[in-house]
Structures are given as C-alpha cells and as structure tokens.
C-alpha cells in the first residue's frame, strides 16, 4: 500500500479503485451498529494504538467515517446536492481520500454520548493536532490551506502517512500537497 497516496480534486481514484487490505473497524462502545466503517488493517493497527493513549488522555475519541466506496460517495454527494446545504466540505467521487481507506474522521464520546458536532470536540481536536503525528496521522486539511488542498478546514479528518512523513509535515506545519510538491 503506498501510505503517501495524493488523493484530491487533481488526483482522482477511477471507480473500480478499492483497497486490498481492508478490515471492520470495532469502535469500543459500538457506535453506529448499522454501518459498517473499513479502514487498511495497517491504518486500523495505528488508529487503535491512538485510541488507547488519547482514552488514557481523557479522550474518548471514535472512527465516526472511513473507506467509503466510489459509488457510495456519489450517492453522498448526489443528496447534498440536492439537499442546496454546503457541498465544499465533501469531495465528489473519485477525488475522496476516503476511497482509499487511510483516513479517519473523528467523533467521540462525552460523558457516555455520541458527540460529532466539531464546535463539541475543540479539545479532542487539539489533541489529536498534537499527537496524531506520533501514529503516523496528520490533519488532513488544515486551517488556512484550502488553496492548496481544494478543501476548508476540516478538524475531524485525519490521514495515515505513515509517522515519518507525519512528523515532518508537522514540524513543518505544510500539508501533504507540500510534503510531496504537488502544490497546484
């Protein structure tokens, strides 16, 4: 698996792309019993490790959204669409890094409760900024890069890249665009 894929409105996956390596994530509590979130067993091994330290943090964070199949962000994207709600958030088929079953976007649970509202995880956030890079995750898209990744900031969406690629682009404070100058 190339951890250091680019996935974006410039890099599209075609429709047929899925991963070889996928497995069921089992959040802790059991969040979401009907949908079936996958991740690349490698990913899923590094995100359970992150779990674990941010719970003994005081941070009972989730895997809330994973691999998301070419089909099934086109059916996301045909509802918000027609929905008229904000569409700059989600990427269209083929340009989601969900298709390749390294990223995780983050929910988690507070006092015992299912929390995915980002303006209720301010602390979770901050905290995996801080410490998702020591797993090989980075915040995918950052505040003030949207002219280089495509996308607004989005707290909750965090990337595998392995933890040296992760730590540079955090010492660094540059995007993955950067990181393998592909900017523009």
Request: proline residues 4%; contains cysteine.
């Amino acid at each position: 698996m190339n951890y250091l894929m680019l996935v974006n409105k410039n890099n599209r996956l075609n429709k047929d792309y899925v991963p070889d390596n996928l497995t069921v994530v089992k959040n802790r509590k059991g969040d979401k019993p009907n949908l079936i979130l996958l991740l690349d067993k490698v990913v899923y091994k590094k995100f359970l490790e992150m779990v674990k330290v941010a719970y003994n943090d005081g941070y009972d964070i989730i895997c809330d959204s994973a691999y998301r199949s070419y089909d099934y962000q086109e059916k996301l994207y045909k509802e918000l669409l027609k929905s008229k709600k904000d569409i700059s958030y989600l990427a269209k088929p083929g340009e989601s890094e969900h298709q390749t079953g390294l990223c995780v976007d983050i929910a988690a649970y507070q006092k015992g409760r299912y929390v995915d509202d980002p303006r209720k995880l301010e602390k979770e956030y901050k905290w995996l900024f801080n410490n998702s890079f020591k797993f090989g995750f980075i915040l995918r898209y950052p505040k003030g890069k949207r002219h280089i990744t495509g996308y607004p900031y989005e707290p909750w969406h965090f990337r595998y890249v392995g933890v040296l690629a992760a730590t540079r682009i955090m010492n660094e404070g540059i995007t993955l665009e950067e990181y393998l100058g592909k900017v523009g």
